[in-house]
């Protein structure tokens, strides 16, 4: 990655004119709250201090020509007139789709210099795609003047997503990028598309384990998983499972596949859990954010089958160390990726010694550790 200046000095040396701006979007880590964003529930994410910075400048034309410096410099350019899907850079496509759906919108904005970095660790759950897209679309609404909303952004970043890269990702990453505040969680109901923050307490730190077990189903699985959740709130007769409560769920029980019903199941407890943790933390109850966190783990684990045995293994690991002190959980789409902790900072060492003593002899992988702080958004 190259830190803001070096970003500059590339755009000047390449474009021939300095950048007009530069600006940044964050990743983000969900503490709580996985796969129910697609069922109008409850998610419970911070932004973090990962995320893209792109260097932008308007241009004369209707051409948009982006750079991707961490991709060796990798250049992908188009007309606004003739936006296709790019089957040779796939980065690009997130490009493409974020411009085409931006140009529905305000079918006046023209093309764009773009030149792009950034830290999130792709494929690990943190979304980096989402902090892209983010970061674009307040590239173009600073640059255009188009004053763009934060969950405006978020919606066009879904979009894009959605309709031209193809993945039927829910809400809550883009609307985590744009509005995310510093030092603070966010509670966002996805249906309403309204939210709370809150503060994160000071002697916690929010610690990221990456496995580093490669994501390789995890489109055609989240895919999946959607549509089994679709077929549930069909069967229940409820618009999304954000309406449905256990009891319905029972009645409806032997109209159901057993996955599916597991499905649902994971859905309607995770949707209370997240609002327990919002509680509990608010209310500094630390034990029941950690009862909360494990279930939420087992809940992915047995009933919506999207954590792999090197994630259940870190996620042991951590818990025996941390104890009710702290709560830890799988964090993100699932099959592979991230663990996301909540410890006390006096533990972090311990955690990271556990990890880095056991990780690699249990699972031949070595793992990432990163103690993160919860930024701003970029549209905040
Ligand atoms: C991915 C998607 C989100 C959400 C999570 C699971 O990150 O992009 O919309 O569904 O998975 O909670």
């Not at 009862?291 to 939420?296: D, K, L, R, T």
Request: net charge negative; aromatic share 8%; glycine share 8%.
């Amino acid at each position: 990655m190259l830190n803001r200046q070096e970003l500059q000095d590339a755009f000047l040396s390449h474009f021939g004119q300095p950048a007009a701006l530069t600006v940044h979007a964050p990743g983000r880590v969900n503490l709580i709250g996985e796969h129910t964003d697609y069922n109008g529930g409850f998610v419970f994410p911070a932004a973090i201090n990962f995320g893209t910075w792109i260097a932008a400048c308007k241009r004369s034309d209707n051409q948009v020509v982006a750079v991707a410096m961490d991709i060796n410099g990798n250049e992908n350019s188009f007309y606004l007139d003739d936006i296709q899907f790019d089957h040779n850079q796939s980065w690009a496509n997130y490009v493409r789709g974020v411009v085409k759906m931006l140009q529905q919108a305000y079918p006046d904005i023209n093309g764009m210099s773009l030149m792009i970095t950034g830290n999130v660790p792709q494929g690990a759950g943190l979304s980096s795609s989402a902090s892209f897209e983010i970061a674009l679309l307040r590239a173009f609404s600073d640059a255009y003047g188009l004053s763009l909303t934060g969950v405006e952004a978020a919606l066009l970043g879904q979009k894009a997503e959605n309709d031209f890269v193809g993945c039927s990702c829910g809400i809550m990453d883009q609307l985590v990028s744009a509005l995310g505040g510093e030092d603070q969680a966010m509670l966002l109901d996805c249906e309403a598309l309204t939210y709370r923050h809150t503060t994160l307490p000071d002697e916690l730190a929010i610690v990221i384990i990456n496995s580093n077990v490669k994501r390789g189903l995890v489109d055609s699985e989240y895919n999946i998983r959607r549509e089994q959740c679709e077929e549930a709130a069909g069967v229940l007769q409820v618009t999304s499972l954000r309406h449905a409560t256990l009891e319905q769920l029972e009645q409806h029980k032997p109209e159901l596949k057993n996955t599916v019903y597991q499905r649902a199941h994971h859905v309607i407890t995770e949707n209370a859990r997240t609002l327990a943790m919002f509680d509990a933390l608010e209310a500094g109850d630390i034990a029941k954010v950690s009862q909360v966190m494990a279930e939420s783990h087992v809940s992915m684990r047995d009933d919506f089958e999207i954590t792999v045995p090197q994630i259940d293994f870190l996620v042991e690991q951590i818990a025996q160390v941390v104890g009710d002190k702290g709560g830890v959980r799988m964090t993100g789409g699932g099959f592979g990726g991230c663990v996301v902790a909540l410890i006390p900072k006096k533990l972090v060492e311990k955690v990271s010694d556990t990890v880095n003593n056991f990780y690699y002899s249990h699972t031949g992988l070595t793992a990432a550790i990163y103690v993160c702080s919860a930024e701003r958004g970029a549209f905040a």
